[in-house]
């Protein structure tokens, strides 16, 4: 069982950053791949980044490859996702994620086996 925990997210004016963090607790051992995924009101949840567990594998979706970075501190099992340039089309309630399957369909959320309970972003014009 792996628990986690999203922090970070809140009200930003367009142009501005934020910063996410998950936490994950529990057990994990193995294979694992680390995600975030984002969904705006009466929007499909949709994928914005993933990492593996070492960190030599990373993917971003086009919409926000050049402008978010994700990264991992195994030490604290924590991942972040660090956003800038932000824009209103980046408004949603942003997820992380984690599955314990190697790197595979890591767009789909079905992929993943674990979620946290999202944390809103609000990007402002």
């Known amino acids: 069982q792996v628990q986690l925990v999203e922090s970070g997210g809140g009200l930003v004016q367009a142009g501005g950053s934020l910063r996410l963090s998950c936490a994950a607790s529990?057990?994990?051992?193995?294979?694992?791949?680390m995600g975030w995924f984002r969904q705006a009101p009466e929007k499909e949840r949709e994928f914005v980044a993933a990492?593996?567990?070492?960190?030599?594998?990373?993917r971003y979706a086009d919409s926000v490859k050049g402008r978010f970075t994700i990264s991992k501190d195994n030490a604290k099992n924590t991942v972040y996702l660090q956003m800038n340039s932000l824009n209103p089309e980046d408004t949603a309630v942003y997820y992380c994620?984690?599955?314990?399957?190697?790197?595979?369909?890591?767009?789909?959320?079905?992929?993943?086996?674990?979620w946290g309970q999202g944390t809103q972003v609000t990007v402002s014009s």
């Open positions: 994620s984690f599955g314990f399957r190697g790197w595979g369909d890591i767009v789909s959320s079905a992929f993943y086996d674990y």
């Open positions: 529990g057990r994990a051992f193995g294979s694992y791949v």
């Open positions: 990492i593996s567990r070492g960190g030599g594998s990373i």
